[in-house]
T-cell receptor, first 115, second 115 residues
């Protein structure tokens, strides 16, 4: 158990809909990262928040947004969903902002299926 | 643009033998490399890492070798055990840049260790 909690574990929805994925980091961790793993792809970095503020951005679509709340949990919002958004979405956390060689601790992921 | 590549989707090894997983990268700015292991229905877990100032790092049965001139790294597992059967992801990071922990992952290699 990594200590990172993601809910829900599975999500099935239709095209055009909006969903929210939730992540609670390990106790004491200030950074939260979101990654997307599509079929046959490695994990693709989406976005990082550190202590409530956006820290780094990857190839995150404009239809996607995220935020980190004062209690440090994070939500990833996916809107106007398309079939291609079907993927496994991982959240990870680390103690600091990861300027140095910090390990990331990953949750078990949310499997999103867009039908 | 796949900056980190794991060209072998799968590897099958006999218990007790050596497993060698390979990874190539194209971005010369990467200066820190990690291997993560992933079991089904779980998130990736950190296994071992290496800084670009080293060419080898060892941790128990796991050794990572880095060849900077070839932009190649490999993970050796000796001896291999059935419990090592998992997906192994190579990841790279520009610790000296402003990526703040943005890891670039390869596609993963499925390792199967047969008893």
């Amino acid at each position: 158990d990594s200590g990172v909690t993601q809910t829900p574990k599975h999500l099935i929805t239709a095209t055009g809909q909006r969903v929210t994925l939730r992540c609670s980091p390990r106790s004491g961790d200030l950074s939260v990262y979101w990654y997307q793993q599509s079929l046959d792809q490695g994990l693709q970095f989406l976005i990082q928040y550190y202590n409530g503020e956006e820290r780094a951005k990857g190839n995150i679509l404009e239809r996607f947004s995220a935020q980190q709340f004062p209690d440090l949990h994070s939500e990833l919002n996916l809107s106007s969903l398309e079939l291609g958004d079907s993927a496994l979405y991982f959240c990870a956390s680390s103690v600091g902002a990861a300027e140095s060689n910090e390990k990331l601790f990953f949750g078990s992921g949310t499997q999103l299926s867009v039908l | 643009d796949q900056q980190v590549k794991q060209n072998s989707p799968s590897l099958s090894v006999q218990e007790g033998r050596i497993s060698i997983l390979n990874c190539d990268y194209t971005n010369s700015m990467f200066d820190y490399f990690l291997w993560y292991k992933k079991y089904p229905a779980e998130g990736p877990t950190f296994l071992i890492s290496i800084s670009s100032i080293k060419d080898k790092n060892e941790d128990g049965r796991f050794t990572v070798f880095l060849n900077k001139s070839a932009k190649h790294l490999s993970l050796h597992i000796v001896p291999s055990q059935p419990g090592d059967s998992a997906v192994y992801f190579c990841a790279a990071f520009n610790a000296g840049g402003t990526s703040y922990g943005k890891l670039t992952f390869g596609q993963g290699t499925i390792l199967t260790v047969h008893p």
